[in-house]
């Protein structure tokens, strides 16, 4: 079991990540972008995969990930749920999601690109 305080300093132990509310969660995120969210209350997190590596985990894992039934987990928004998970393995899911964020361009980034001189 991974409690949420552990989840939290976990997903603030990654380079340059930073939590900011969404909705009535918990968000953490890289170059602006979210690559995870926390309830609390359903001690659960999203962590933001690819739909090839959300495969491999809810085939490998599947008390511990889940895809999320919506048009976000055909996108690989997958469910992590603490109470399944242990430390290493709820840290490997984060540091996958915030890699997959990290690598795209910022918003920002990508305006200024579009931009011409």
Known sequence: ???VAAFRKLALSLPDATEAPHFDLASFRAKGKIFATLSEKEARAMVKLTPEQ???VTAAEPKMFQRIPNAW???GATWLHL???DKTTA????Q???ANVAAKPSRTAKGASKRRV
Do not use: N, Y
């Open 83 to 85: 109470r399944a998970a």
């Open 91 to 94: 840290l490997s899911a984060l």
């Open 96 to 98: 996958t999601a915030h």
């Open 54 to 56: 959300q495969e491999m």
């Open 1 to 3: 079991m991974v409690p």
């Open 73 to 75: 987990g055909d996108k």
